[in-house]
């Protein structure tokens, strides 16, 4: 990512404290509760827009916790969908930007700035509770804003990436949130996530890191929940948030289940872990003995270490795996860049990789080691070879962004927009039948295009042929 602009960054801070100072100027009442609505638009910039969920009894006599979201693909109503649950529950407002995407950096920031001016004018929220969270791009990004409004943001709830990428923007022992990370076993960013967890160890910050059985996604519902709970969890200890004694047990009984349902289950080290938490969470809000003599227990336990070392063993063994795979695929980059190789080469080795797969509901398969390096090895090459198009046709390099693309549909051949984004690459560089093949692959795959494919520009010289009509009227686009 690109340096930030020391404008933007000033902006924001300074507007994130006249919002927290001044509190909301406008009702919401205009706003149904108990459902997500898709489009609210920011008064003071129109171009922006986030979608809203207000818990069903949501009322504006009293301040609420705002969790702030951050989508790569601009879907405003997923995060909000996600986490609507959770929302209700324990009563949040929770907000995501339609505008904020994976791309260059100051549309980003001031996607961000516009939903927080817009919410904090709108809405009674509680200043000591505001929280952010994002997926992968969006998940740099709530780290950057949280990094910004220096301690106005309590905590970031993050998927699937972790900081920017920059020594400026490295977590620090004055870390201004807490951090509650997520990552998929199968996630290409899995290294760095576990790095992260071990920098924030050392650095003694309050923080999590909840590992699922999937790949570069957001979290699952159940994990969504989790995170707010943590979230509630730290207010109550720091005082943010009353006390409740009821939600408190229900919450310690919960997490106490949990560890105890991974040891019965063999999983040593995922329970002794669980264990650590739940003493952490709960030191101070209840009596934790119990459950402190039982980490003190399972520390000195020769099997739970034998565990441990398992574990970190497997974890080696399949960044090792990885890291192999990303070295064939340099030396044949290499190879093309010194004139010595070929194409083919390069897609071969993909395939070799999605042949070790597994295939859907092939339980034994996605446990392998292999089948977890090979997919986060593609799933990476697809995001890289995406970024390196984008930026190929922001310097009008068609050529380059086709050769890109080609390999990123190749790592994603279910992917509609990977798909779309060849066609217009295609369309760009006067491929004008490749194009067509790959726009109608992108329709088959349930893209839906963005904004109107009929009056895209890029698209122009496409837009009477026979061909390219036939297709919009095929498939629904017109």
């Known amino acids: 990512m690109k340096a930030h602009s020391p404008q933007v960054a000033l902006v924001f801070g300074v507007a994130a404290l006249a919002a927290a100072s001044f509190g909301f100027a406008q009702s919401p009442a205009v706003f149904p509760r108990g459902e ?18 207000l818990p069903s009894y949501f009322t504006p006599e009293k301040r609420w916790p705002i969790l702030i979201a951050f989508e ?45 001016l817009d ?29 910004r409004l220096k301690g106005q943001a309590a905590g970031v709830i993050a998927g699937g990436a972790g900081f920017p990428q920059g020594a400026s923007e490295a977590p620090s022992k004055d870390l201004p949130f807490l951090y509650f990370g997520v990552i998929g076993i199968r996630d290409f960013n899995f290294s760095e996530m576990k790095e992260l967890d071990r920098t924030l160890d050392r650095l003694g910050i309050v923080h999590r ?33 009353e006390k409740d004694p009821g939600l408190i047990e229900s919450l310690f009984e919960s997490r106490l289940r949990q560890a105890q349902d991974l040891g019965k289950s063999g999983d040593l080290a995922g329970a002794y872990q669980r264990y650590e ?69 390069v897609h071969v080795l993909i395939q070799r990789a999605r042949e070790s797969l597994p295939k ?17 090895f593609v799933l990476g090459l697809m995001v890289l070879n995406y970024e390196k198009a984008r930026d190929a046709l922001a310097a009008k390099d068609f050529s380059r962004a086709r050769e890109n693309l080609r390999l990123a549909v190749q790592c994603a051949p279910e992917s509609g927009f990977m798909y779309f984004q060849l066609a217009r690459a295609c369309v760009l560089s006067n491929r004008t039948k490749e194009a067509l093949e790959a726009l109608e692959k992108s329709f088959e ?13 890029d698209f122009e010289t496409l837009r ?13 686009k017109k």
Not at 74 to 84: Q, S, T
Request: hydrophobic share 40%.
């Open 36 to 53: 997500v609505i898709e489009k609210v638009v920011c008064e003071a910039q129109p171009s922006e827009s986030y979608a809203l969920y």
């Open 119 to 147: 919410t904090h004018a709108r809405f009674p929220i509680d200043a000591r509770r505001v929280y952010l969270a994002g997926f992968s791009g969006g998940a740099r990004l709530a780290c950057a804003v949280g990094l």
């Open 360 to 376: 859907p509901h092939d339980a034994a398969a996605e446990a392998k080691d292999e089948s977890i390096a090979a997919e986060r």
């Open 277 to 345: 938490w739940c003493q952490a969470d709960f030191d101070g809000l209840r009596d934790v003995a119990e459950v402190r003599s039982k980490v003190a227990q399972m520390k000195s336990s020769k099997e739970v270490a034998k565990a441990l070392k398992r574990e970190a063993s497997r974890e080696r063994r399949i960044a090792s795996l990885e890291r192999d795979l990303w070295g064939r695929f340099q030396e044949r980059m290499d190879a093309l860049e010194s004139g010595e190789g070929n194409w083919m080469d």
């Open 445 to 457: 795959k349930g893209f839906a295009g963005l904004g109107g494919i009929d009056k895209d520009p």
């Open 464 to 476: 009477n042929t026979r061909e390219f009509q036939e297709l919009l009227t095929r498939f629904g």
């Open 209 to 241: 890191l909840e590992v699922f059985p999937g790949g570069h996604s957001w979290m699952p519902p159940e994990v969504a929940l989790e995170a707010v709970e943590w979230m509630d969890i730290q207010a109550m200890k720091a005082g943010t948030r």
């Open 72 to 116: 790569p693909l601009a879907r405003g109503k997923m995060p909000v969908e996600l986490f609507r649950p959770a929302a209700e529950k324990y009563g949040y407002i929770v907000v995501s930007s339609n505008n904020s995407q994976n791309g260059p950096w100051e549309p980003q920031l001031e996607a961000a700035q516009a939903v927080w």
